[in-house]
């Protein structure tokens, strides 16, 4: 009881690499971390892709996971490198298993491998910190999440996982396979139009606020 205790003390503080090396060294416990640390961001991820009511997503989110723990008896058959990038592996399965998904469904005959189709953000709770949880703020959130849903593909994927899932430019643009500086324009870019469609709200609520 005391080992486990202190298990669940240290495993949160290790960085994914360090819990790869201990799940490869038979520590499940240490895959169990690595799974609720990511574990969220990835399914929103795969909702954002398919969109939230298509059942495909809760398949292909089992089927992510399940290929992280087949990852071992991978490097262990191979003598392969371990992962030192466990979410970036995480979000690429996640995204190549969801893009053949939609190519198998036919909503789109061909999918460039840089931008993502039908890209949405399905998850307010990335927000509150922004908006704020009064009643004319959700309103406001409720038009900024439309706004996003309605930005081009190749900005909104930009906008998703950097705004929302907090990657890097240097993962983003590895993930859509695009420049570094491709990826901050499409964000500024997303930010821009996201910010001109909301101005009228933005300073209605604004005042209104001023005045309470």
Not at 70 to 83: A, V
Request: charged share 25%; proline share 3%; aromatic share 8%.
């Amino acid at each position: 009881m005391k080992h486990t205790r202190q298990l669940n003390e240290v495993l949160p503080a290790l960085c994914d690499a360090e819990l790869f090396e201990r799940f490869l060294a038979g520590e499940k416990s240490a895959f169990t971390t690595l799974y609720h640390r990511y574990a969220a961001r990835v399914m929103g991820y795969i909702r954002s892709l398919l969109g939230a009511e298509n059942q495909a997503g809760n398949d292909i989110f089992q089927e992510t996971f399940l290929r992280l723990y087949r990852e071992k008896n991978r490097i262990d058959e191979n003598r392969q490198s371990s992962l030192t990038n466990v979410g970036g592996w995480l979000f690429r399965v996640a995204r190549n298993l969801s893009l053949n998904q939609l190519r198998s469904e036919s909503y789109l005959t061909e999918i460039p491998l840089e931008y993502t189709p039908q890209l949405v953000t399905t998850t307010s709770e990335a927000y509150p910190t922004l908006f704020g949880k009064h009643q004319e703020e959700e309103e406001l959130l409720h038009k900024a999440l439309k706004a996003v849903e309605e930005l081009p593909i190749s900005l909104r994927e930009v906008f998703v996982l950097r705004e929302v899932n907090g990657m890097s430019y240097e993962e983003t643009s590895e993930l859509i396979g695009c420049s570094i500086e491709a990826a901050r324009m499409r964000l500024s870019r997303a930010r821009s139009t996201i910010r001109s469609t909301l101005m009228p709200d933005t300073e209605t609520t604004r005042n209104r606020t001023s005045r309470s």
